[in-house]
């Protein structure tokens, strides 16, 4: 079997691990902070986005730090850095006394954080271009798949045991992370001397579309603006639709991990089509299609039909950045690959940062269907932007 296979596969179980790690909590965030003493509906909805949005203020500064070192030391020191201090830092949240203790580390996070984007940079990185798009939408199983039990387990500790052991249990399993890397994972790779490493205005006169990697930036930031203004507030709205459950924590659960589901089953498959069919082709039908399935979330009177409606989600979002990432990887002189795929990242990080802080101001002031009308045609006015910026200046496949 091929170095990059191996890779794959061991970056594919520390994405799960991280991701399952990650989502074992983050649903569950504004119950937490009402657990540290903020009693208040709407200064809840406003913590809850600053908690969230914390980690990503830090990391879309440093990632090009990060990235630039992947280039000159290795990939595989950017999985170490990240999923140790990751865990460590998840084990220092289940001590925290306040809301000020929960920002400060969560700022912390966002310094040190970064594994799943590392294991796409290394994977991007080995695979041959014409597999790029398999072995992308493969890897995204790993945190689609850990995204899905994550919550689901996280639900069922809450009630059980509590969140604070939650945390606990999420920095051990981010430890196990760290273990699998440090041992399994294989990289060739030829230390770049720092005066070596050429500027980012090199990098970019170096590339052959330097407007569509531009363009792809742009486009990450709306994907992940668009879903992350809602995600931190689905337990919120999950309430506001049953205000008498006794079990809200299983129910979010369940709510957050549907779209999960659905993508895990078709992101190989969308990853073959973005192969055969185009990259660009495939990320443009699926940002329609996620904006028709997110729309009508505003107007659900159940949790069942949200449920459908959010599992619908999944197979769009399946596409999303993995055929972004394709785009990136097709397009990037291999030289370049850490720091153009760490001003994604960055760009990706800013849309978590606003998206939380966008969304919480839309639901105290005009409420949750306003969210969700209002990001469904962002996300619609996003397919319109890719198809002029990028499909034009992507070559039709052969």
Do not use: C
């Amino acid at each position: 079997m091929p170095l990059w296979k191996k890779n794959l596969i061991i970056v594919w179980l520390g994405s799960f691990l991280t991701a399952a790690s990650m989502s074992l909590v983050l649903p569950f965030l504004p119950l937490f902070i009402e657990e540290l003493g903020v009693h208040d509906p709407d200064d809840v909805v406003t913590w809850s986005a600053i908690a969230f949005g914390a980690t990503f203020l830090v990391a879309a500064f440093v990632s090009p730090l990060w990235g630039r070192l992947a280039d000159q030391k290795g990939r595989k020191l950017m999985l170490i850095r990240a999923s140790l201090g990751m865990a460590t830092v998840m084990t220092l949240i289940s001590f925290v006394q306040d809301i000020y203790q929960l920002v400060g580390l969560r700022l912390l996070m966002g310094a040190v954080s970064g594994f799943i984007s590392a294991g796409i940079t290394l994977v991007a990185s080995q695979t041959p271009k014409e597999k790029s798009g398999w072995a992308l939408g493969t890897l995204s199983t790993g945190g689609i798949t850990g995204g899905l039990l994550g919550p689901l387990i996280g639900g069922l500790l809450a009630d059980w045991v509590g969140l604070r052991s939650v945390f606990l249990f999420t920095g051990s399993a981010l430890f196990l992370t760290f273990l699998i890397t440090l041992v399994f994972v294989k990289e060739d790779f030829v230390p770049v001397a720092r005066e070596k490493l050429d500027s980012t205005k090199s990098i970019i006169r170096s590339l052959r579309h330097p407007q569509l990697i531009l363009s792809l930036f742009v486009t990450t930031f709306l994907i992940t603006f668009s879903t992350q203004s809602i995600g931190p507030l689905l337990t919120l709205y999950v309430r506001e639709l049953n205000p008498y459950t006794t079990s809200l924590a299983f129910l979010a659960g369940i709510v957050a991990s549907a779209p999960g589901v659905a993508a895990l089953i078709s992101a190989p498959r969308l990853g073959q089509w973005s192969d055969r069919f185009g990259a660009e082709r495939i990320l443009f039908w699926a940002l329609i299609v996620y904006s028709a399935l997110l729309i009508p979330q505003a107007f659900v009177t159940s949790t069942t039909q949200l449920v459908f409606l959010r599992f619908g989600l999944g197979f769009a979002t399946a596409a999303l950045l993995p055929s972004v990432q394709s785009l990136l990887r097709q397009h990037t002189p291999s030289f370049a690959t850490g720091r153009i795929f760490s001003y994604n990242q960055s760009a990706q990080f800013m849309g978590n940062l606003l998206g939380p802080l966008f969304g919480s101001q839309i639901v105290v002031h005009f409420g949750f269907s306003a969210l969700f009308v209002v990001t469904g045609l962002i996300m619609l006015m996003n397919a319109f932007l890719e198809k002029s910026n990028v499909r034009s200046l992507v070559a039709k496949p052969k």
